[in-house]
């Protein structure tokens, strides 16, 4: 028997954290695969999804994928992310949450998008726990700046990396 990934657990304990504590909770995606996100809003192969209460209808979160609806632009769309396919879940707010490896080496959905090579890993930033070492550049920068505001604001220690 193959053993369940914690992967979609994580990411559900995240997402509750941050609807307990008042926090908007954010998904980054890597797109490729069988991810099924409105084209036209990804960046760089990326994509950022708001999946709070608020903003989605019927979220299910469950250890394939993770599926709703949401309007973009005013018109409901019909979202699907295939767990591999989620590089983190965090809190808008503060930056705080986790960020998970991703590699989608072999299917790319999106003409000229390629994943980064293997060995051009960066650490994570502050204020995200990391279950692997390994996230894309442009997420962790956006994520590494609100984090380090947050940090000269407040000083409190965070959630810890883990390696």
Same mark, same amino acid.
């Given at each position: 028997m193959q053993e369940t990934s914690t992967k979609p657990y994580f990411m559900r304990a995240i997402y509750e954290w941050?609807?307990?504590?008042g926090y908007t909770p954010y998904m980054a995606v890597k797109v490729g695969g069988a991810a099924q996100v409105p084209m #036209?809003?990804?960046?760089?192969?990326?994509?950022? @999804?708001?999946?709070s209460f608020g903003a989605t209808s019927s979220l299910k979160m469950d250890n394939e994928a993770v599926t709703f609806k949401a309007r973009f632009g005013g018109v409901s769309r019909d979202i699907s992310v295939p767990v591999e396919n989620v590089m983190a879940v965090y809190a !808008? #707010?503060?930056?705080?949450?986790?960020?998970?490896?991703?590699? @989608?080496?072999e299917s790319i959905s999106e003409p000229g998008v390629t994943s980064a090579p293997p060995e051009q890993k960066s650490k994570p930033s502050l204020g995200l726990a990391a279950v692997s070492s390994a996230t894309t550049g442009s997420l962790t920068e956006g994520i590494q700046q609100n984090s380090e505001k947050e940090q000269k604001k407040s000083e409190k220690p !965070? @959630?810890?990396i883990i390696k």
């Open positions: 941050c609807t307990d504590n #036209e809003f990804v960046r760089n192969g990326e994509i950022v @999804l708001n999946i !808008s #707010e503060n930056g705080q949450g986790m960020a998970f490896e991703v590699d @989608l080496t !965070s @959630l810890k």
